[in-house]
């Protein structure tokens, strides 16, 4: 069966401007969080949503980052006026309650 | 706070070899991860183990978790050059379906 997928693949974008990255999760999955991976700080959490709530965002790094879950499918990771230190791979995982998370792709995002 | 450390966090062996990757973590945790890092890719599960004394193998790796000692080992037998990746440790925060704490990740190189 398909896998996680996100999109998009690569995405690069100068200072000052917001973007979006959405991330499909595995059909029925209930369970959807974001992390981020960059050189300098390994892998970190940004938020969890089980359904559509979000019981943990507290890895958000500031309120320029937001994100939802609508459908208890689809997210989107929102960045408003992205920073330099925002570049990083942003990945999206899914899994069903309480076993493995399986991991997507990833987003490469550059900030100019 | 759930803290995760893996040593090495590089290591270069010779084909044939046999190493061992280790992971502490801080906090009580029976569910304990290992995944895989390709560079430019996702990651890929390779284990999860659940309880004390949880032993598994894939080929030439072997996981084992010892949750008394809050540690588990990645043992690598044989070391062939498809081998060479990064490799990762995750804990769960609160046993399941909750966001995991990352450590650095060991950076295998497997040289003839």
């Known amino acids: 069966g398909a896998g996680v997928s996100q999109s998009p693949s690569n995405k690069v974008t100068e200072k000052g401007k917001d973007v979006e990255l959405r991330c499909d999760p595995i059909s029925g999955h209930t369970a959807l969080y974001w992390y981020r991976q960059s050189l300098g700080q390994g892998l970190e959490f940004l938020i969890y949503f089980q359904g559509n709530s979000a019981p943990d965002k507290s890895g958000l790094p500031s309120d320029r980052f937001s994100a939802e879950r609508t459908g208890g499918s689809v997210s989107t990771l929102t960045i408003q006026r992205t920073q330099q230190e925002d570049s990083a791979v942003y990945l999206c995982a899914s899994s069903p309650p309480g076993t493995l998370q399986y991991f997507g792709p990833g987003t490469r995002l550059t900030v100019l | 706070e759930l803290k995760v450390e893996q040593n090495p966090l590089f290591l270069s062996m010779q084909e044939g070899k046999n190493y061992t990757i280790y992971c502490n973590y801080s906090?009580?945790?029976?569910?304990l991860y290992w995944y895989r890092q390709d560079p430019g890719k996702s990651l890929e599960s390779l284990f999860v183990?659940?309880?004390?004394?949880a032993v598994k193998q894939e080929g030439r790796l072997m996981a084992s978790l010892d949750t008394k000692a809050r540690l588990s080992t990645l043992h690598i037998t044989a070391a062939v050059h498809d081998l060479s990746a990064t490799y990762f440790c995750a804990v769960d925060r609160n046993s399941g379906n909750t966001p995991l704490v990352f450590g650095k990740g060991t950076r295998l190189s497997v040289i003839a």
């Open positions: 906090t009580t945790s029976d569910r």
């Open positions: 183990l659940l309880s004390n004394g």
